[in-house]
C-alpha cells in the first residue's frame, strides 16, 4: 500500500491550496479516506473524512466552510481544498487510509 501526498508549500494568509493524494495497492474504491494534520509541538488531529462512494464527508470544526475534501475513484486520488488558509493552518497534512499512512506534505502559511 502506498499512499503519496502532494500539493503543499507555502501560501499567504487567506491563500488557497489544493492537496492530492494517490494511492495504489489496495481497492481505493471500496475505502472511506481522511486527512489529518500535526502543527509543530501539537498532536496529530483528524480534518476531513470522505466515504468510499464520495457521498458523506466530515469535517473537523476548525476547517468546516474552508475546506473539501473530495475523491476520484478513477484515478485512485482524494483531494483536499483548502481555501481562506490562516497561520493556525500551519501543519504537515497526512494521507490516511487505515491502518496506514502517507509520508505527508507540509503546509506553511505566512505573510
Known amino acids: 500500500v502506498q499512499l503519496v501526498e502532494s500539493g503543499g508549500g507555502l501560501v499567504q494568509p487567506g491563500g488557497s491550496l489544493r492537496l492530492s493524494c494517490a494511492a495504489s495497492?489496495?481497492?481505493?474504491?471500496?475505502?472511506?479516506m481522511s486527512w489529518y494534520r500535526q502543527a509543530p509541538g501539537k498532536e496529530r488531529e483528524f480534518v476531513a473524512l470522505i466515504s468510499s462512494g464520495g457521498r458523506s464527508t466530515d469535517y473537523a470544526d476548525s476547517v468546516k466552510g474552508r475546506f473539501t475534501i473530495s475523491r476520484d475513484n478513477t484515478k485512485n486520488t482524494v483531494y483536499l481544498q483548502m481555501n481562506s488558509l490562516k497561520p493556525d493552518d500551519t501543519a504537515v497534512y497526512y494521507c490516511?487510509?487505515?491502518?496506514?499512512w502517507g509520508q505527508g506534505t507540509q503546509v506553511t502559511v505566512s505573510s
Open positions: 490516511r487510509s487505515p491502518p496506514y
Open positions: 495497492g489496495f481497492t481505493f474504491s471500496s475505502y472511506a
